[in-house]
């Protein structure tokens, strides 16, 4: 299994405000970009996998309506958090 309790607590601890926070937007938008990233390796592999291109294209969206609430609400976590995760160019 690729994302075990450890390793969304770390992800949580790291970009999150404790190992326990799940909901902030950051933790979450730390977590699907981790989950993007391995479906995207997956995607390289079985180019053919139309299920995990649909979790994929899914997990995108996702992560998007995340960032542009956080844009919305407060330009500067939305920011930190694009800069921490590297997703501009």
Known sequence: MY???EKKEEIFAQYGKS???SGSAEAQIALFTY????LTEL???NKKDQVSERA???LVG???RMLDYLKDNDIERYR???KQLG???
């Open 3 to 5: 994302l075990t309790k």
């Open 19 to 21: 190992a326990k926070d």
């Open 35 to 38: 989950r993007i990233q391995h």
């Open 43 to 45: 995607m390289k592999q």
């Open 56 to 58: 994929l294209v899914g």
């Open 62 to 64: 996702k992560r998007r």
């Open 80 to 82: 930190n958090i694009v």
């Open 87 to 89: 997703l501009r160019k």
